[in-house]
């Protein structure tokens, strides 16, 4: 069974400062791995998709790398600010299957 | 293209209720998910739909939580009757046509808080 871990639960950081936020994956089978940004009371927001034979993605200050074979990936934000604060959910689709398999989140807030 | 479209945002009920919340995806999606988000989780998916079918629901409490996708359009999930553990935000996504290589487009979701 897919287990999805992210590290750390909670992350506080001064404004400036680049940042990395971690997901493990126990399945290493996985067709693709999502990162999502998830503000207070609303919904997900997709941020980047790696494709499993990927290894990484950018989007502006966003990179987000993949290693299936360890079963690893890391959001690097740079330059954080404080429009940045919420919680990042790491997300996997296995190859057998269409439902997302989620971590628990890290949340994250920039202080100015 | 307008999104995934949820109501009612915002739902308190007391414990034993009943409630029900409604999804309307994005024109032309086949598929339709429902994923229970309790507070400090990742969501969980609850039931996926493809049309009006059901193709997974292994994780809904079937003997108090229920689904249907009647016209293969409108997605209504109901709890019934509610415990305090159902406390969460619940989720919905649609997906064009439910294959690996699609996109799951999520909605704002509908915060249920059971008193």
């Known amino acids: 069974k897919q287990e999805v871990t992210q590290i750390p639960a909670a992350l506080s950081v001064p404004e400036g400062e680049n940042l990395v936020l971690n997901c493990s994956f126990t399945?290493?089978?996985?067709?693709?791995l999502q990162w999502f940004r998830q503000d207070p009371g609303k919904g997900l927001t997709s941020l980047l998709l790696?494709?499993?034979?990927?290894r990484e993605q950018t989007s502006g200050r966003l990179n987000a790398s993949l290693d299936k074979s360890s079963g690893r990936s890391t959001l690097y934000i740079a330059a954080s600010q404080p429009g940045d604060s919420a919680t990042y959910l790491c997300?996997?689709?296995?190859?057998?299957?269409?439902?997302?398999?989620f971590g628990k989140g890290t949340t994250l807030s920039v202080s100015s | 293209e307008a999104g995934v479209a949820q109501s009612p945002r915002y739902k308190i009920i007391e414990k034993r209720q009943s409630v029900a919340f409604w999804c309307n995806p994005i024109?032309?999606?086949?598929?339709l998910y429902w994923y229970q988000q309790i507070l400090g989780q990742g969501p969980k998916l609850l039931i996926q739909f493809q049309n009006n079918g059901v193709v997974d629901d292994s994780q809904l409490p079937k003997d108090r939580f229920s689904a249907e996708r009647l016209k293969g359009v409108d997605s209504t999930l109901k709890i019934q009757p509610a415990k305090l553990e159902d406390s969460a935000v619940y989720l919905c996504?649609?997906?064009?046509?439910?294959?690996?290589?699609?996109?799951?487009?999520f909605g704002p979701g509908t915060r249920l808080t059971v008193l």
């Open positions: 024109s032309g999606h086949a598929t």
């Open positions: 997300a996997v689709k296995n190859q057998a299957g269409t439902a997302l398999i």
């Open positions: 996504a649609s997906s064009r046509n439910g294959q690996t290589t699609d996109t799951q487009y």
């Open positions: 790696i494709q499993s034979s990927q």
């Open positions: 399945d290493s089978a996985i067709y693709n």
